[in-house]
Nanobody, 115 residues
Framework: VQLVESGGGLVQPGGSLRLSCAAS????????MSWYRQAPGKERELVAS????????NYADSVKGRFTISRDNARNTVYLQMNSLKPEDTAQYYC?????????WGQGTQVTVSS
């Protein structure tokens, strides 16, 4: 299993970014995919998750209405569209999936929201 994130960077408050996570090594469409983030000195937190078909999504309260998770099962890729970014969204963002009994993480991509 391999998860490779991309798309992070430096953006001004109010700006947008789209993160991507390319997955390989498993039957992508069979599994829930999630985005987590971890800011310095804080615990890793769940940002959003999406079911295998893409029909069900869940979001942390802090990002509802601003972030959208989606997936393209033909491309084995999950996305996180982030709009109206705030300085408190600054964190390392990680792609995640759980394939019993293991949990898999990507290497992360840094998002910095600053003027």
């Amino acid at each position: 299993v391999q998860l490779v994130e991309s798309g992070g960077g430096l953006v001004q408050p109010g700006g947008s970014l789209r993160l991507s996570c390319a997955a390989s090594g498993f039957t992508f469409s069979n599994y829930i995919m999630s985005w987590y983030r971890q800011a310095p000195g804080k615990e890793r937190e769940l940002v959003a998750s999406i079911s295998g078909t893409g029909g069900t999504t869940n979001y942390a309260d802090s990002v509802k209405g601003r972030f959208t998770i989606s997936r393209d099962n033909a491309r084995n890729t999950v996305y996180l569209q982030m709009n109206s970014l705030k300085p408190e969204d600054t964190a390392q963002y990680y792609c995640n999936t759980r394939i019993y009994p293991s949990i898999y993480w990507g290497q992360g991509t840094q998002v910095t929201v600053s003027s």
